[in-house]
Each structure stands twice: as structure tokens, then as C-alpha cells.
């Protein structure tokens, strides 16, 4: 799921995507879904840990963070024991902090990678209330497309059909609606829930978000 987007012009820089050759090139690796050096001055995005679920909940248990949620109860600490086993087992999860402070902020992750396709989905996100609108999403979401485009051609996010402001929100980024269909999250209800892609841009080219 994606979140509570803010809107700002992202752009990155002209040597974002460097061409897949050369020896020395590090992107010629597999594409690691669940990076430990992933960080910018806002956020640092740490590989989630089964030691982490008492911080994590202490964010997770705020009812409103998940308002427009397909699952609205994962403020509820079993409920929230589901999704935190389906991000341990998923190795793409990470727990998003602070990047001063170190301060909980919330967990996203990479899922669904597709190799022959050239494809990843990101989602699963939620943030702390007191960092909404302040650009930490935008931080969020500009450093895990950064990374995921120096592997993928195709970036897909999967929305609550009832989550209006997260499809109003992708949409100014330049994201397309695709489709819709029910999916069924780890261990939950299946849930219909419209898919969003995003192509790689051009590089020194710039989207809205």
C-alpha cells in the first residue's frame, strides 16, 4: 500500500541510471531488495528485524495512521503481528527512521521483484502521523525509486480502491492506472485494490510528486 504522499518536484540527476557496463559498475549485481545503505538527510531505511516489533508497534498502534487502509484494524497489536511476520518473511521490509534522531517513523518495502520483466512493486508503507506533510514521504518514495531504478524499468504500486488520497496522490507523479483486482495480503482478506505503475524516466528528466 502507499501512503499519504506529499506533493513536490522530484528530479533526478542526470547520472542516476548509469549504462549497465564496466567491471568496476556496482548495479551489475543482483538487485538487492533489502539494502542496508539506503539513507538521505531526512530518513535511513534499515532492513527490518524481529527485534524491531515493539518500536514498529509503538507507531503501528495509532488507529488513524491506517483510516483509509484496506485493513484498518492493523492498529491492533495481533492484527499487527501478521503483517510484521509477512515483512520478516518477505526480506525486501525495511524500518524507516529518522535521520537525525533516529526516531521511528514507519515500514516499507520492496516485494514482487520480476526479473524477466524488469519490474518491482513498493508498498506496504505507513508513516507516523507527526511526519505527514512534511516531506518525509517524498524523501521516502524519491530514495526507493532512485535505488530500484538502477534495476527495474517498471516500478508498480498496489492502492486501496477506497484509499482516494494515495491514487489522487500517485497520479501527480506521473503514475498510470492499469488495473484493478482483488489482492490478498499476507495472512488477510483479499481486498480490491487498483494497480499504479511508473516507467524509469528519461535521466535529468523530473516527475511531480
Sequence with gaps: MVAFLELEKIQFPAQSFPLQSGLNNPYLMMFNLQPSHLH??????????????DELFSVASDPLVWEQHPNKLRYQKDVFQNYFEGAIQSEGAFFIREATTNEPIGSTRFYDYNANDKSVLIGYTFIARKFWGNGYNSALKKLMMEYAF??????????????????KAIE???????????????GEE?????IYQIEKPIPSKSFKL
Design 172 to 186: 501527480k507523479i506521473g503514475a498510470q492506472k492499469i488495473d484493478e483486482f482483488e489482492v490478498e495480503y499476507y
Design 40 to 53: 538521505n538527510e531526512l530518513i535511513r531505511l534499515v532492513p527490518l528485524q524481529e527485534s524491531d516489533f
Design 190 to 194: 483479499s481486498k480490491l485494490n487498483y
Design 150 to 167: 538502477h534495476y527495474v524499468d517498471t516500478i508498480y504500486f498496489q492502492i486501496g480502491a477506497y484509499n482516494i488520497r494515495s491514487q
